[in-house]
């Protein structure tokens, strides 16, 4: 689990440095990339909040 959060924070970060040499108004590639920025948060909240669930016993 602590792998896949980390992950998924560091593909989110690569994606925030990449953005830096793209035209932000250009096809509305910001409003996707919030989007998706927002829609990680949550299922990385998810993922922590659901942790002692996934975990073996």
Do not use: Y
Request: without cysteine; glycine residues 2%; charged residues 40%.
């Amino acid at each position: 689990m602590d792998r896949i959060i980390e992950d998924l924070d560091q593909s989110m970060k690569r994606l925030r440095e990449a953005m830096r040499d793209i035209p932000i108004r250009r096809g509305s590639f910001k409003k996707t990339h919030d989007n998706l920025a927002r829609d990680v948060a949550q299922v990385v909240t998810m993922l922590d909040a659901a942790r002692p669930i996934l975990q073996k016993k």
